[in-house]
């Protein structure tokens, strides 16, 4: 089976390919000719991922799947939520006031927003947003749209301090419930084995290896 990840996030293609495996063949935006800016306009982790996938099938007409990931800190509310990727050059409106995707800024912000508070349970969430092309006569000449939502979450907490080189985004600052290390401690092998993402995209990939 094939299916297009609606993603130009080549640490999240990297990542979702190796928990997927050779189950199911991952296309990425490049593969199928794509270089379009998609737009992330939604308020919550459920409206981008659905607005990502929406976007391929309107254009391209094929099965594919977007995910949105925020971090949700406790102490902060619940920030940074949707507007993790772009935190260091986010308006409290959610409007850009510089450069987006900065990791090392948006935890600079994160660390700085936190200070010295005792508090720092935080989680990882992840949605993905599953559009299936079902084709309704055996011809293929006419197919309907099947949706679907998977969520996985990571329970844990914000460090002090940064630690770790692997990873990506907040990971060497998010240290998982179990664990003594933060994710860029962890390693790949086992970040893909317990992150929000492969929890995520576990459940997608038993949705798709069962249905029909």
Do not use: F, M, Y
């Given at each position: 089976m094939k299916i297009v990840f609606?993603?130009?996030?080549?640490?999240?293609?990297?990542?979702?390919?190796?928990?997927?495996?050779?189950?199911?063949?991952?296309?990425?935006?490049k593969d199928i000719g794509c270089d379009a800016d998609i737009p992330e306009t939604g308020t919550t982790l459920e409206e981008n991922a659905r607005q990502k996938a929406e976007y391929i099938w309107q254009h391209y007409h094929c099965s594919v799947f977007a995910d949105d990931t925020g971090l949700e800190v406790e102490a902060l509310g619940g920030a940074p939520g949707v507007y993790s990727a772009r935190y260091a050059s986010t308006a409290p409106d959610g409007s850009l006031i510089g450069e987006s995707h900065d990791s090392?800024?948006?935890m600079a912000r994160l660390l700085h927003e936190l200070g010295e508070n005792n508090n720092r349970h935080a989680r990882f969430r992840t949605v993905i947003a599953l559009i299936l092309k079902r084709n309704v006569c055996p011809c293929g000449c006419t197919s309907i749209k099947e949706e679907h939502l998977f969520e996985g979450i990571v329970n844990g907490e914000i460090t002090r301090h940064r630690s770790g080189s692997e990873g990506f985004g907040y990971d060497p600052i998010f240290r998982p419930d179990g664990y003594d290390q933060t994710f860029a401690e962890l390693g790949a092998d086992i970040k893909d084995s317990i992150s929000h993402r492969a929890r995520a995209t576990q459940k997608l990939c038993e949705f798709l290896l069962n249905t029909k």
């Open positions: 609606a993603t130009n996030n080549a640490h999240k293609l990297q990542e979702v390919r190796h928990i997927l495996g050779d189950k199911i063949e991952v296309l990425s935006l090392e800024a948006n």
